[in-house]
C-alpha cells in the first residue's frame, strides 16, 4: 500500500473565484493535482484541451457556455474524462441532464471537503459518485423498471433482474436519502459493503455506471415525470 501512483490530475471550473480558489486548494491540500481552473464554460474548454486532466471539477452555472455543454463537449472529444458534476442544485431535472452529457458523478455543493476529495478519488477510477439522496432518486426509477413487465415475451432474455433481500433493503436506505455510513450503522454492515451492494444492483440492472443508468432512464422518459 505504501507505492504512491502519480496524483490525479484535476481541474477546477466555477465562476466564482473565492469558491473556486478553496475548492483547488482543497484538493492541493490533499496531495491532488490541480493543473487548471476556469471562470467560465469556454475558457473550462480550451483550457481542458491545453492541459488535459484526469477529473473536471465542474459547476453548471457558468457565464459564456453553460456546464452540461461544457462536459458535452469534453467528453463527446475525450471520452476518458471523468467529470464530477459540483453543483448548489440538487433538482432531478439537473442532475438527469447533467448525466446525460457525460457527467460521472454529482455532487451537491453541501458536501463536506473529505466528502468532495473522496468524491474526486472515485471518479477518477470510474466509480459512479454521487450525493446519497439523489442516487436514491435513480436507483429509486430502475427499481421500477427492472419490476415492469417484459415489453416483447421473450425478445432476447429475462428482462427483471432479480435483488436480494439485502439488496432491496439498502437500495430503499439509499432512496430514502441515507448516507452510505448511516446505511452502514443501520444494517451493521461496513460502509464498503453497501457500497458493493450499490454497485451489484447497478451490475444487475446490466449498467455499467450511472451514466448508462441515467441515459438509459431519460431514453425511457422517465425524467418528464
Known amino acids: 500500500m505504501s507505492e504512491q501512483q502519480d496524483p490525479i490530475k484535476v481541474m477546477v471550473v466555477d465562476d466564482h473565484p473565492m469558491w473556486r480558489d478553496a475548492v483547488a486548494r482543497d484538493l492541493a491540500e490533499a496531495g491532488l493535482d490541480v493543473i487548471a481552473t476556469a471562470g467560465d464554460g469556454d475558457q473550462a474548454v480550451r483550457r481542458a484541451h491545453a492541459t488535459a486532466p484526469d477529473v473536471l471539477v465542474l459547476d453548471l452555472n457558468l457565464p459564456a457556455k453553460p456546464g452540461v455543454q461544457v462536459c458535452k463537449e469534453l467528453v463527446g472529444a475525450n471520452p476518458a474524462l471523468r467529470v464530477l458534476v459540483l453543483s448548489a442544485s440538487g433538482e432531478h431535472a439537473d442532475v438527469l441532464e447533467a448525466v446525460k452529457s457525460g457527467a460521472t458523478g454529482y455532487l451537491l455543493k453541501s458536501a463536506s471537503t473529505e466528502e468532495l476529495i ?108
Open 118 to 225: 473522496d468524491a474526486v478519488r472515485r471518479t477518477a477510477v470510474g466509480d459512479p459518485v454521487f450525493t446519497p439522496g439523489l442516487a436514491g432518486l435513480v436507483l429509486g426509477e430502475y427499481r421500477r423498471l427492472a419490476s415492469e413487465p417484459a415489453p416483447a415475451p421473450g425478445a432476447d432474455g429475462p428482462k427483471a433482474p432479480q435483488l436480494t433481500d439485502r439488496e432491496t433493503e439498502v437500495l430503499r436506505l439509499v432512496a430514502k436519502g441515507l448516507s452510505y455510513k448511516q446505511i452502514a450503522e443501520r444494517l451493521v454492515i461496513s460502509h464498503r459493503t453497501v457500497q458493493n451492494h450499490v454497485q451489484n444492483t447497478l451490475g444487475k440492472l446490466q449498467l455499467h455506471n450511472r451514466v448508462e443508468l441515467v441515459r438509459y432512464a431519460i431514453e425511457r422518459g422517465l425524467d418528464d415525470e
